[in-house]
């Protein structure tokens, strides 16, 4: 179940369970994977920033990845990311021997140059092995890289095993159009292109070429109807669908307090038992979550998968 380019549809972005002494939660991690599944998604990608890779020695990251392969029964893409190779090169390796269909890297802050950036990806392929397909992040927002069409493209070109971007640039629409148009003129080989931004401009990144989301947002099936309604041309529908989650989905993009917001969510919708995070993490205070409890109570109107269950 190896990934390619022709990858579509939702990769939704996992949480990682911790409980409130900030031990992984591995029932947790069974009952979060059921809960994506059952929301239609067509993958799942794990350790990523949303998922608190950082915070997890490496025999906890590797234990969650293979919880979740063995589980999941749809392609599973982990986050690999690291200061130093051999530890990329180290859990890439393994999480693929256990059946992942790929990995996710992203640059290091302190690149700054275009040749940098280049030459990083270079040397991150030759560390984990050209025989593993990979996802390149593009989030300046948080990472500080900027990497522009004509980067991208070198990589792609490079590296015949990078078959994945998943666009979170901002703003990143004419991104997505420059990169497509590079494909359609043959300068580029295909890849697939999926979105993040918690799912913010997803949109108008159909209408530009996306081919689906990898993102976070605690509504995962909300991002699989409107892929399905833009891609099959319904296309306001979608925008109708979007538009009532707009609300939650921009409250979720208040810096420092994301994971939060998405966390509690998922509690309340059965997916997690526990809304913890791992020190040092964000919290939500009692005015923000009665917050989170209007915005839903007013989703509720438009989508009945709002309607949450009591805390635990």
């Known amino acids: 179940m190896l990934l390619d380019h022709t990858a579509k549809g939702v990769y939704a972005i996992a949480v990682t369970p911790f409980k409130p002494d900030g031990a992984v939660d591995y029932d947790s991690v069974d009952r979060m994977t059921d809960f994506y599944l059952g929301c239609g998604v067509t993958g799942l990608t794990i350790l990523g920033i949303m998922g ?16 979740v392969v063995r589980r999941a029964g749809v392609p599973i893409i982990v986050g690999v990311s ?14 693929m021997e256990s059946g992942a269909a790929g990995v996710m890297i992203a640059p290091p802050p302190s690149l ?15 560390a984990i092995g050209p025989d593993i ?6 989030y300046p927002l948080l990472l500080t890289v900027v990497m522009t069409p004509k980067v991208i493209q070198l990589i792609v070109n490079d590296n015949p095993s990078c078959v994945m971007l998943k666009h979170e640039d901002w703003p990143g629409l004419e991104k997505i159009s420059a990169l497509r148009s590079f ?7 295909p890849i697939s292109i999926l979105t993040g931004n918690g799912g913010l401009f997803l949109d108008f990144e159909l209408e530009r070429g996306a081919d689906g989301a990898m993102t976070g947002y605690a509504f995962p099936d909300m991002l699989v109807d409107v892929v399905k309604l833009s891609q099959s041309g319904h296309r306001d529908t979608a925008h109708d669908l979007f538009d009532a989650h707009l609300p ?4 979720e993009q208040q810096q420092g307090i994301g994971i939060a917001v998405r966390k509690y969510v998922l509690q309340k919708r059965g997916a997690i038992a526990y809304d913890s995070q791992r020190a040092p993490g ?23 998968r709002a309607k949450t269950l009591p805390q635990a």
């Open 52 to 67: 608190e890779a950082p915070k997890l020695d490496s025999a906890e990251a590797l234990a969650i990845s293979n919880q």
């Open 82 to 95: 690291a200061p130093g190779f051999a530890a990329m090169r180290s859990l890439a390796r393994s999480v």
């Open 112 to 126: 700054r140059t275009d040749d940098q950036i280049v030459n990083y990806y270079a040397q991150a392929v030759a």
């Open 133 to 138: 397909p990979f996802v390149i992040q593009d």
């Open 183 to 189: 494909q359609s003129e043959g300068a580029l080989r």
């Open 248 to 251: 939650l989905i921009r409250y």
């Open 282 to 304: 964000s919290s939500l205070t009692a005015k923000g979550r009665a917050e989170v409890d209007y915005l839903l109570s007013r989703l509720a109107h438009h989508d009945p």
